[in-house]
Structure formats: structure tokens, C-alpha cells
């Protein structure tokens, strides 16, 4: 009887069944195939578009990695991104869809911009005052809009991912009043310059010293950005706060059972999630472009969800996950304008994001 | 047409075996589920399969409702060699799974629940020669239950039966019933085994999964028992059989099932509720004017069929339940108050759900078993936890309650049942609590773990604390506690002494009857 059976086209299946134990190196496993294959697609959709694949990715690796000043450019796109990652990794552990990081970058690099630019100190003062006063006025107003959201859904329960999206827009425009309006120099959408006092300091500003950093642009937000991740980690890892907010990620009911207030929580994590974003804001301004300018982000905030993702949330995955991509902005400048680099990132958000069912399950070949 | 000679089984016995499956290997990371199990469920009969948690028997028939694929082995149904895949090539060849939670939609009638995923009606659905369908198939098969009523209207027994028409009506000969008798009313239970002895009597064949032994030695016709994965008893006759012999093949070693309890000295109130009203979910009455007082060094049970209040009280008790009345714990006033309030008085929570509520799944066992104390010293260092020392206490309580685990670092998640409870007794119990609220402490679990947790409660009554056991299983209730409070539609309704109270009177207060009120003859549980 079995000779009459007809034979399927492909006498293979694939199967899935749920995994019970993940081990350790499959996170790290799963995400850098997920990026590979993210790659492999992204090379055909350039070969379909009639370009060489091999040639872009040698060009971008070129263009951002190749020599100690594209690295150091690297790390200039790369330092906002760690701020907006982290604020992502620390809400996104809550569960805690926080995806207005873009608007707390805006508000954080107004509320450094009014240090001097309303002003609240006098010009030509300590760079020891300014620069401080401008890191917690960044923090502060970030905190503020993040906390918005946060209170919503703590009082309210208001879905926090459509209001936080929606501060967002309410956030570009405030900054873009501002910079058409009372801070506009000579009517362009943007500031005055600020003054030497409030800028962060760069490598290039001690070559007088050490003749080789003459025009490396890293500067110290770089610095303030690794030693967050740090912070993220130890709070997540080492604190009672850290701990209620896994327990609550990982089940709210038990965290209820366990005596935690939730609500209470909420509005911290968002707090604390605007006050990096707000952060990335402020190193932005200070560190780099050195007055508030209408557009002063290029989507850092919404870049910064992916990062998060990438790092699968952990605080030091995404310091590594902000250079790649720090990487791929700046060489994606040099090989198009728009287009590839921003489908680039979004094709590896989508395959990091599809890869999570490879841990959950697992996948095996089956004979039909 | 030659049969080769080395087909053991003769002919007529295989069209008598409804499903045979045979050396089923299921391996999952760092264990063996099933290790080479045969299982043979004849036509007709109620076959039980019995085993710890974590025995291989979910497992087993997991892989029978094709939920999970054998690494190994092969099943056939009716004699024919089958290969099931998903729940849907389980159907179609006649096996339907009856999970303990039960998958209907509340606000749907009978009717449409049945019709539900299938694909006829494909369109348009007329409901009355639908309801006719199945009012036949119900009578047939002696499951009295309206096709017209909406699900939520009936009571849980009444709903299991729409479980079993819904199987039937796809076709089912075989019933697979995951501990069907979990959550009824002892009434409720005698009348789903006459139910499935009508069904067996037709040729319809039961696998009942259960851990309750008086019900296997009830209901069953033959029993197979698993141990580790492996069978320690294949399908032996139940005639004849005690309890002991089966708990001794389950656990692999004697059992001590006799509690000893010795008579209580009460002390003062300690827990104290008056005239408590409290919603449920869906904003109905849970509680209604609820008042009882436990005494230190007592436990009380509170007997109720499921979902008349009894989860609703235990929640109100550790703050997890808003509700309007009085709850003092020695003295303070804990009504409306966060549930840190009572972590902080020194009530402990057994909680009903253990997966949902009880843990944490993906935080390792130390994150699970400092919830209730991260807060304090040691554990706390002002706003720091101290690690070393949550480590260290994790693997002394792992070790001092035999919660079975390689080590405190793996996720909550891989342990199995009798295990998880541990932990979370682990917890509880270990900050010598003065209250503990235990709901349903022992659904679900093994012989050997539902020992333990009857030992621990009667240590913990002894040292002073005062429980309150909430239980469906009146045997449980009347083993352990001191006095007994009956629970019916939010209201106690009575309190008793152990003394007074047995399986009859508990069954007719549970299901909203007078005490003394003895005019419907009610069916005593046999062999209880």
C-alpha cells in the first residue's frame, strides 16, 4: 500500500516545538545571524537596485571603521545613540514600550540650549558651571516629558506607546518654535552658536598636547554615555529598585503579590528613560553641533528601539549595537543620501525582531 | 496477503486496543520525558494514568493530542499506524484532549462554543438545526446540558460536559481528561463518572489523568503508572488495588498519606475579618458580608466549590483585592491597604496560581525566592541588594526544602509543579510568617509533594502561625484543618469543628444547601 502514497514535492517540514532551556550563547548566537542575514538581504536589494553589494559593504566599512578619523566620526553618531538606547533598554525591561525617546532627545537638548541661550547663567562663565548645569537641565526636561507619559499611564492608563509617540511631534515643534521664533539668529531655523564655555571638550582640543588627536571630533558625552550603561547595568543588576522593575518585566501579577507598587515604578522608569533620552539631547548640542537647530535629531530616538532590541536590552549590548549603527549613518551618507542606509537599519530591526521566535522555539527538519 | 510471523500482536486484540502507542521517546534538553513508554487503551474502558508532576504523563499525552512530537516511537489508533502532528490530525483521528482549564468562550451559548473552528456551518449559521444536532448528541451520550444557554450561565460541571460534547461532536472516540474532577463539587464529580461509564459502556474509550487515588481506584478499569519518565506499572487491572501499593509505584518509595495531626491549642485571634464585600474582576459581587476569625495555632479550612469567593477572599486578605469591611491582622487595620502592608504584618500567601501569580518564569530561582525579602537586611543593603547574600540564602532554602534543581541560577520556569510549590513555600514559609493564606496548596502536585506540603502547614500551625486553607478537595480540608468554613456565592455559610463536618454535609453547604436538609439523597464519593 505504501507504493501507492504519492511523495510530496518536498519531503521535508520544517517543525517547531516551544524550547524549554535557553542557553547562554544562543541570545548572542541568534541576534548576530539575525544581523547577517539582515546583511545578506540588504547586499540583494542593492544588487537588484544595480549595485555592487561587495563594493557598498567594503565602501562602508571603509567609510566608517578604516582609519582613526572616520572611527573617531564613528562615535560621534554613535554617542546620542547610546543614550536613546539605553532610555529604551531601561523602559523596554519593564515592558514598558517607551518609543517617545526621540521627543525627550528634543526637550533634553532645549532644556541644555535655555542654560545658555535664555539665559540662566551669564556668558563667560566657568565651563565647571556651565557644562554641569547644562547636563542636568538636558536630564531634567527629558525626565519631565518622559514623566508625562509615565504618570498617564500610571493615573490614567493611557497606552503609553501612543503617547509617548505623540509627545513626540508635540516636542519637534516646541523646539522648532523656539528656533524660528526667540532663539532664531537672523531668521534661519536656527541658534546663535553657543560659546566655548558651553561645549563639551573633544579630543582635538588637546592636540596642543598630543599632536595625533589634531581634529578628532569624539567628544567627552562619548565618555558620560559608556559610563551610563554602566549605571543601567547596576541599577538593573545590583539594586532593589533594578530588581523590582525585572520582576514587574517579567510578571506584574507577581510583582503585585510580591508587594510592589506598580504604578510607582512606571512613572520612575519613564523618568529615568526620558532623562537619558533627554541626556542624548544634551551631549548633541554641547558635544557636537554646538547650538539647537531645527532637526537636531535625525530620527536618534527612534533608532534608539532598535538598538535596544539589538542589545536584547542588555546596557553594555547597546554601547556596541550604538557604534554598528553609528557606523552605518555615517558611511550611509557616503553611499546615498536617503534610501539603503535607513532600509538597511529597519531590514535588521525586522530580522532582530523575527529572530525572537528562535528562542522560544525550536526548529527542527522533519521527514514528511 | 502472507503476514510475516514476527507481528506480535495477534489480530483480534489489536481492533480491540482503541490506541497503542509504543516505545514513545520524548527527549527535552538535559532529561527524558518519556523513556521508551508503551501505553494501550483498550475499547471501552477508563484507563488512568497516574504519575508525579514532572512524571512524563502531560508529556505522553501531549504527544497523543499532538501537541509535542515523539523523537521515537510509533501510535496507532483503532489498529491503523497514525501520524499526529497537531491537534487537528488528533481530531481527525478520533482523539479529543480535555484540558483542566476549560477553552470555552463565556458570553457564546453552548451551541455556538461546539460549533466553534469547525467548518461547517460555513456560513450562515442556523443555529436551532445546529442546537438539535447537538441536544441529540447530548442525550445519546446522557450529558444533560442546554444548547441554547450561554456558557457563563452554567456551572462548572455543566461546562466540563460541554467540553465533552464538543470533543464528540468532532468525532472523538477517545477522551484524553487532564484531572477532570480538579475542579468540581463531589456531587459534580460522582456524576461525571457516571457519565463516563455511559460513555464507556458505548465503546468510547477514557484516559483519565488524575492524582487523586480514591478517584483512580474508582473509576478506573486498569491503571498505568509512570515514574521518571519510565513505566513502573503497565496497565494493570484497578480491581483489587489500595492506595498505598499505587502511591509506592508512583513515588518509588513508601508514603506517608496517614496525617497525623495532633489536636490544636488555639490562641488568640489574629486574623480577623468583618462584614468584608468585595467585587470580582468584572465588577460582580465576589464576597458578600464575610466575616470569620482565625486563631493563632489553628487552620481553618474554607470549603467551596470553585469560584464562589474563596479566591476573591484570599486576595482581599493579602491586599491584592480592593474591598469595603474590616481585615485586622493583630490588631491592624489592613482593608484597602497595599499588599506590602500585609507582607509587612506577617501574612504569607500561598497564592492559587503559582505560574501567574507565584513566580517569576524567566527570572532565575534566586530573583523568585527574595520577593518577599528583598526589601530587609540582609538580603538589603539600603538600596542595594547584596547578591552574595541572596545567592547564598537561595541555595540554603533550595537544599532545606528539596526544591529539586541543578542550581538557583536556572529560570523559575523549569520547574515542575511539585517543584515550583516548593520554592514557593521555600519563601513563604521561611520568614516565619504568623498568617498564611494557602490556596489550593496541593492542586495539581504528586503524592510525595502534596506530603510535603500538608507537613509543612501542620509544622507551621504547630509553631503558632494561623492558616487559612483554601481548598476544593474536601478530604485535604478534612485531613488538616481544625475547623472548617464553608464558602457559597461570596457568603460563608457556615462555620464548623472538624468534628462535625464530613464529606456529605460539606458537599450539600458547598453547593448552597441548609445543614440538616437531607432530602435529595446525594452520592458519597466511594472509596473515600
Known amino acids: 500500500m505504501t507504493a501507492a502514497t504519492r511523495r510530496p514535492l518536498i519531503p521535508y517540514a520544517l517543525r517547531t516545538e516551544q524550547r524549554l532551556e535557553v542557553p547562554r550563547w544562543l541570545p548572542i548566537a541568534t541576534t548576530i545571524s539575525a544581523v547577517v542575514v539582515a546583511l545578506v538581504i540588504s547586499g540583494l536589494l542593492i544588487a537588484l537596485i544595480g549595485g555592487d553589494p561587495f563594493a557598498v559593504g567594503a565602501h562602508i566599512v571603509r567609510s566608517s571603521l578604516g582609519n582613526v578619523g572616520v572611527?573617531?566620526?564613528?562615535?560621534?553618531?554613535?554617542?546620542?545613540?547610546i543614550f536613546t538606547g539605553l532610555a529604551c533598554a531601561l523602559a523596554f525591561r519593564m515592558r514598558l514600550w517607551n518609543i517617545g525617546a526621540e521627543g525627550q532627545l528634543y526637550f533634553g537638548a532645549w532644556g541644555a540650549s535655555a542654560v545658555v541661550l535664555l539665559p540662566i547663567v551669564p556668558a563667560g562663565s566657568s565651563p565647571f558651571v556651565v557644562v554641569p548645569l547644562m547636563l542636568i537641565a538636558g536630564v531634567l526636561a527629558g525626565a519631565v516629558w518622559g514623566g508625562v507619559a509615565g504618570w498617564l499611564k500610571a493615573r490614567f492608563n493611557v497606552n503609553e506607546i501612543i503617547s509617548t509617540l505623540m509627545l513626540n511631534y508635540i516636542a519637534i515643534l516646541w523646539v522648532r518654535y523656539w528656533v524660528f521664533g526667540p532663539w532664531s539668529e537672523g531668521g534661519f531655523q536656527?541658534?546663535?552658536?553657543?560659546?566655548?564655555?558651553?561645549?563639551?571638550?573633544?579630543?582635538?582640543?588637546?592636540?596642543?598636547?598630543?599632536?595625533?588627536?589634531?581634529?578628532?571630533?569624539?567628544?567627552?558625552?562619548?565618555?558620560?554615555?559608556?559610563?551610563?550603561?554602566?549605571?543601567v547595568w547596576f541599577l538593573l543588576k545590583r539594586t532593589r529598585k533594578g530588581y523590582e522593575i525585572r520582576l514587574i518585566g517579567d510578571n506584574p501579577r507577581a510583582a503585585r503579590y510580591a508587594g510592589i507598587d506598580i504604578g510607582r515604578n512606571v512613572i520612575l522608569v519613564m523618568l529615568m528613560s526620558g532623562g537619558l533620552a533627554g541626556l542624548a539631547g544634551m551631549v548633541e548640542v554641547t558635544g557636537s553641533v554646538h547650538r539647537l537647530q531645527d532637526g537636531i535629531s535625525p530620527g536618534y530616538g527612534f533608532t534608539g528601539v532598535i538598538i535596544a532590541y539589538l542589545a536584547r536590552f542588555n546596557p553594555f549590548g547597546v554601547v556596541i549595537a550604538a557604534i554598528l549603527f553609528g557606523a552605518l549613518i555615517l558611511a550611509?551618507?557616503?553611499?546615498?543620501?536617503?534610501?539603503?542606509?535607513?532600509?538597511?537599519?529597519?531590514?535588521?530591526?525586522?530580522?532582530?525582531?523575527?529572530?525572537?521566535?528562535?528562542?522560544?522555539?525550536?526548529?527542527?527538519?522533519?521527514?514528511? | 496477503m502472507t503476514e510475516p510471523a514476527s507481528v506480535v500482536a495477534a489480530p483480534d486484540e489489536r481492533t480491540t486496543l482503541a490506541v497503542e502507542m509504543r516505545g514513545i521517546v520524548k527527549r527535552f534538553p538535559g532529561l527524558i520525558a518519556n523513556d521508551h513508554v508503551d501505553f494501550q487503551l483498550r475499547r471501552g474502558e477508563v484507563h488512568a494514568l497516574l504519575g508525579e508532576n514532572g512524571a512524563g504523563k502531560s508529556t505522553l499525552m501531549n504527544?497523543?493530542?499532538?501537541?509535542?512530537?515523539?523523537?521515537?516511537?510509533?501510535?496507532?489508533?483503532?489498529?491503523?499506524?497514525?501520524?499526529?502532528?497537531?491537534?487537528?490530525?488528533?481530531?481527525?483521528?478520533?482523539?479529543?484532549?480535555?484540558?483542566?482549564?476549560?477553552?470555552?468562550?463565556?458570553?457564546?451559548?453552548?451551541?455556538?462554543?461546539?460549533?466553534?473552528?469547525?467548518?461547517?456551518?460555513?456560513?450562515?449559521?442556523?443555529?436551532?438545526?445546529?442546537?438539535?444536532?447537538?441536544r441529540e448528541l447530548a442525550e445519546g451520550s446522557g450529558l444533560r446540558v442546554d444548547p441554547m444557554a450561554k456558557v457563563w450561565d452554567l456551572s462548572v460541571g455543566e461546562q466540563q460536559r460541554v467540553e465533552i460534547i464538543k470533543m464528540l461532536y468532532r468525532g472523538a472516540r477517545v477522551l484524553i481528561m487532564d484531572e477532570p474532577t480538579a475542579v468540581l463539587a463531589p456531587q459534580e464529580a460522582?456524576?461525571?463518572?457516571?457519565?463516563?461509564?455511559?460513555?464507556?459502556?458505548?465503546?468510547?474509550s477514557i484516559v483519565f489523568i488524575s492524582h487523586k487515588l480514591d478517584e483512580v481506584l474508582a473509576i478506573a478499569d486498569r491503571i498505568t503508572i509512570l515514574r521518571k519518565g519510565k513505566v513502573t506499572a503497565?496497565?494493570?487491572?484497578?480491581?483489587?488495588?489500595?492506595?498505598?501499593?499505587?502511591?509506592?509505584?508512583?513515588?518509588?518509595?513508601?508514603?506517608?498519606?496517614?496525617?497525623?495531626?495532633?489536636?490544636?491549642?488555639?490562641?488568640?485571634?489574629?486574623?480577623?475579618?468583618?462584614?468584608?464585600?468585595?467585587?470580582?474582576?468584572?465588577?460582580?459581587?465576589?464576597?458578600?458580608?464575610?466575616?470569620?476569625?482565625?486563631?493563632?495555632?489553628?487552620?481553618?479550612?474554607?470549603?467551596?466549590?470553585?469560584?464562589n469567593g474563596q479566591s476573591a477572599l484570599a486576595e482581599v486578605i493579602t491586599g491584592l483585592r480592593a474591598c469595603t469591611g474590616t481585615v485586622t491582622v493583630h490588631g491592624e487595620e489592613l482593608a484597602g491597604r497595599p499588599p506590602v502592608r500585609a507582607i509587612d504584618a506577617g501574612v504569607a500567601h500561598i497564592p492559587e496560581d503559582r505560574h501567574g501569580t507565584g513566580s517569576a518564569p524567566d527570572l532565575s530561582l534566586i530573583d523568585n525566592l527574595m520577593m518577599k525579602s528583598y526589601r530587609r537586611a540582609p538580603i538589603a543593603r539600603g538600596w542595594i541588594v547584596n547578591s552574595t547574600v541572596a545567592r547564598e540564602?537561595?541555595?540554603?532554602?533550595?537544599?532545606?526544602?528539596?526544591?529539586?534543581?541543578?542550581?538557583?541560577?536556572?529560570?523559575?520556569?523549569?520547574?515542575?509543579?511539585?517543584?515550583?510549590?516548593?520554592?514557593?513555600?521555600?519563601?513563604?514559609?521561611?520568614?516565619?510568617?504568623?498568617?498564611?493564606?494557602?490556596?489550593?496548596?496541593?492542586?495539581?502536585?504528586?503524592?510525595?509533594?502534596?506530603?510535603?506540603?500538608h507537613r509543612l502547614l501542620l509544622e507551621r500551625r504547630t509553631a503558632g502561625a494561623a492558616v487559612l486553607l483554601v481548598s476544593e478537595d474536601l478530604d485535604e480540608i478534612l485531613a488538616l484543618s481544625d475547623r472548617v468554613a464553608v464558602i457559597y456565592d461570596g457568603h460563608i455559610a457556615a462555620v464548623l469543628d472538624v468534628a462535625d463536618a464530613d464529606v456529605h454535609t460539606l458537599g450539600l453547604l458547598m453547593t448552597g444547601g441548609a445543614m440538616g436538609s437531607d432530602e435529595q439523597p446525594v452520592a458519597v464519593r466511594q472509596g473515600a
Open chain 2, 234 to 307: 503497565a496497565a494493570i487491572p484497578a480491581a483489587g488495588r489500595t492506595r498505598p501499593e499505587l502511591a509506592r509505584l508512583m513515588v518509588g518509595r513508601e508514603v506517608l498519606e496517614t496525617i497525623v495531626r495532633t489536636p490544636s491549642t488555639p490562641g488568640p485571634v489574629v486574623l480577623q475579618l468583618a462584614g468584608v464585600h468585595a467585587l470580582d474582576d468584572r465588577g460582580l459581587p465576589a464576597l458578600r458580608d464575610v466575616s470569620l476569625d482565625i486563631r493563632s495555632g489553628e487552620i481553618m479550612g474554607l470549603a467551596g466549590v470553585a469560584g
Open chain 2, 393 to 453: 540564602r537561595a541555595v540554603e532554602l533550595k537544599d532545606e526544602y528539596q526544591v529539586a534543581a541543578p542550581n538557583v541560577d536556572i529560570q523559575a520556569r523549569l520547574l515542575s509543579g511539585g517543584n515550583l510549590q516548593r520554592l514557593i513555600f521555600a519563601r513563604e514559609i521561611s520568614t516565619m510568617p504568623s498568617i498564611i493564606i494557602a490556596a489550593q496548596p496541593s492542586r495539581g502536585l504528586d503524592v510525595g509533594a502534596v506530603e510535603t506540603v
Open chain 1, 190 to 231: 536656527l541658534s546663535r552658536p553657543f560659546p566655548r564655555e558651553a561645549w563639551l571638550p573633544r579630543l582635538t582640543d588637546f592636540s596642543k598636547t598630543f599632536h595625533d588627536l589634531a581634529g578628532l571630533t569624539t567628544h567627552l558625552g562619548f565618555v558620560i554615555g559608556v559610563i551610563c550603561a554602566f549605571l
Open chain 1, 71 to 81: 572611527l573617531s566620526d564613528t562615535l560621534v553618531k554613535a554617542t546620542p545613540l
Open chain 2, 63 to 134: 504527544i497523543l493530542s499532538g501537541l509535542y512530537e515523539a523523537d521515537e516511537g510509533t501510535i496507532a489508533v483503532q489498529g491503523v499506524p497514525v501520524s499526529i502532528r497537531s491537534p487537528r490530525d488528533a481530531i481527525e483521528s478520533g482523539l479529543g484532549m480535555i484540558h483542566q482549564h476549560f477553552t470555552l468562550v463565556p458570553s457564546l451559548t453552548v451551541t455556538e462554543n461546539v460549533l466553534l473552528g469547525l467548518k461547517e456551518p460555513r456560513f450562515r449559521l442556523h443555529l436551532p438545526h445546529y442546537a438539535q444536532k447537538i
Open chain 1, 332 to 368: 550611509g551618507r557616503e553611499i546615498q543620501p536617503a534610501g539603503i542606509p535607513a532600509m538597511i537599519q529597519g531590514i535588521v530591526l525586522f530580522c532582530v525582531i523575527c529572530s525572537d521566535i528562535l528562542l522560544r522555539k525550536r526548529v527542527r527538519l522533519v521527514r514528511k
Open chain 2, 190 to 204: 460522582e456524576e461525571l463518572f457516571r457519565t463516563l461509564r455511559d460513555m464507556t459502556a458505548r465503546g468510547e
